[in-house]
């Protein structure tokens, strides 16, 4: 069983991430207030902290996860590598759709970062919404096949 360690949105595409301790997020919207939470493939992004830390060891480099801009981050529990697969955390049910590909917009922020992140799954996970709800910092986070 996992924790899910962060929350962040963006209002507007490049604009920083906001952290947030608490999120509503729904099959409408992602996480509220969310610039990428539109119905599809990819409304809420997961990153894992366990492999962010790796990442930054590798990088030799302390680095905020939010530069990763994904909206939720969970400890504990590795995440899921394939399509359909599904993740709980609190109420909330996600279904996994794609790997979230690392793009150039990481080596801005930390050279390096896009190769370390591209192997893996390593940048996250997009996640359509199935089932939305209120998350917390410290909600308990679960993996599930989809078979």
Known sequence: MG????????????APMDELEVAEISTETGVAMDSRG????RQVTVLS???????????DSEIPWTIR???LLVQGIGLPQRAGDLID??????QVMTEVDPCS????????LTAAL???W??????KVLSGGTVRIGDRVSVHSAE
């Open 3 to 14: 924790r899910l360690v962060g929350i962040a949105r963006r209002e507007t595409k490049r």
């Open 38 to 41: 539109k119905r599809g493939n």
């Open 49 to 59: 902290a366990d492999v962010w830390s790796t990442v930054c060891n590798e990088l």
């Open 69 to 71: 801009r994904s909206n």
């Open 89 to 94: 955390i609190g109420d909330v049910r996600l």
């Open 105 to 112: 917009r990481m080596d801005e922020q930390c050279p390096g």
């Open 118 to 120: 591209g192997p893996d």
């Open 122 to 127: 390593r940048g996250g996970v997009g996640c």
